[in-house]
């Protein structure tokens, strides 16, 4: 087993927790079997993702790549699982709740991995076969600062330019969707004045037509009130296929907003990736009517088959299904394109960050993983589709150790960059 600390240049993307630091990690693991037959996954870096992986090495050298995850099963189903699981107030990968689930998942992609590439099975036949061929995603457009990340002379170029406005936010959106083919928009908001983020989805409307369906996200940066506010405002921009993204904090607070917009007549579902984040969450949110549709991640929802699990679940008691994103490289993204690709309710359009990331960082032989009409198509080869560029992989390696970030920390970029005693409160609004 080979686990692999990396680093990738970032934009300085806004959200509720803040703003993206320069670098953004990444840890990729190996398994080569005795064979010399190699099987990778691609998980969030940092110090102590890479440690809890390394500390399985005992239980991982010298075993079965069929069975190794039956022997980690504790890690989804014992009390290291965690119950609260609420990511609400810590961006993703710094949960110490779901650590455990994180390190199986990792494990379990990199294990589908070496068994397709083994037996000549592409990981989503492994894992009961694909329901489709092609994953849509969504265009994923963030306020932003001027710069394209990394610092000094590894400054990369700036794609899309500043976005701290509805009308530089609409121009980012139509460059993405010209490029790529993206047929929905999921918008990170929660970081202007409300008001002026429903301006931005008004004119994201009228840009783009009633035929591309519009979701926004404020991270919790919402009080009740206001989200209700805003669910009244946007009713009909997000209609046809949008949903309201944690608006609020907290499965009570989903609750309240849920039901003071049914009073209204209003009928946007209200979605989730950190008031759910386990199945634990799962019982009080139904009862509440808390969450239509879940935003889950095979990354820390427990890998593959977690996932699936969940999308039986979802569709038994009429809950929509998508995928969150983190800012990730191909190896990641080709996870969660197996992993959707056979999961059968999957009724939206899948999250990402990859056209954040630059190709001078990606790892994957060949360059970057290929997104048009707005999805990525499962490749042909076997496993993940990919094998690791060695000279890539070393690049990210080095890049890491030049680099003093050793964890996420948006709020402590926030104040180097815009404000030295800004804080994440919740609400902000």
Not at 24 to 33: D, K, M, N, Q
Not at 398 to 413: C, H, S, V, W
Request: glycine residues 12%.
């Amino acid at each position: 087993m080979k686990i692999h600390s990396i680093a990738m240049a970032d934009p300085p993307l806004r959200s509720s927790y803040g703003l993206h630091q320069p670098y953004a990690l990444r840890t990729v693991i190996e398994l080569v079997s005795d064979e010399g037959v190699v099987g990778i996954s691609e998980t969030y870096g940092g110090e102590k993702p890479a440690a809890a992986v390394e500390a399985l090495r005992g239980q991982v050298i010298g075993a079965n790549a069929y069975r190794l995850t039956g022997s980690l099963v504790d890690l989804i189903e014992g009390e290291g699982a965690g119950m609260a699981r609420s990511q609400t107030h810590l961006v993703p990968g710094e949960n110490p709740l779901d650590a455990d689930t994180r390190t199986f998942a990792a494990i379990e992609i990199a294990c589908l991995d070496l068994i397709g590439k083994s037996t000549g099975q592409a990981v989503c036949d492994l894992i009961g076969g694909r329901v489709r061929d092609a994953v849509p995603f969504s265009a994923y457009p963030f306020y932003k600062h001027a710069g394209g990340g990394g610092e000094g002379e590894d400054a990369r170029e700036d794609e899309y330019g500043e976005a701290l406005s509805p009308e530089q936010l609409v121009t980012q959106v139509e460059q993405m969707i010209a490029r790529y083919g993206f047929g929905s928009v999921k918008f990170k908001a929660g970081v202007l004045d409300p008001e002026i983020e429903i301006e931005t989805i008004k004119q994201l409307r009228k840009t783009l037509g009633p035929g591309v369906p519009l979701r926004i996200d404020p991270n919790g940066a919402w009080s009740v009130e206001t989200s209700v506010k805003v669910g009244i405002a946007l009713a009909e921009e997000l209609s046809g296929g949008g949903y309201l993204e944690d608006p609020t904090a907290g499965l009570e607070g989903m609750a309240e907003v849920r039901k003071r917009l049914l009073a209204e007549g209003i009928d946007t579902p209200l979605a989730s990736n950190v008031a759910v984040t386990s199945f634990a969450d799962l019982p009080r949110s139904l009862k509440l009517d808390a969450v239509q549709i879940v935003l889950c991640d095979h990354h820390y929802w427990g890998g593959a088959r977690q996932v699936q699990h969940l999308g039986k679940i979802c569709q038994t008691f009429g809950l929509g299904l998508s995928m969150h994103s983190n800012s990730h490289l191909g190896a990641s993204l080709l996870g969660m394109a197996h992993v959707a690709a056979a999961t059968p309710h999957l009724t939206y359009a899948c999250d990402t960050h990859y056209p954040w990331q630059s190709a001078l960082d990606e790892i994957t032989l060949g360059g970057p993983v290929p997104i048009s009409g707005g999805c990525v198509r499962i490749p042909d080869a076997p496993g993940l589709g990919v094998e690791l560029d060695v000279d890539q992989m070393a690049r990210g390696k080095a890049l890491y150790e030049r680099i003093p970030y050793r964890n996420r920390d948006d709020e402590a970029e926030m104040q180097k960059q815009v404000d030295p005693n800004w804080k994440r409160v919740l609400p902000r609004w």
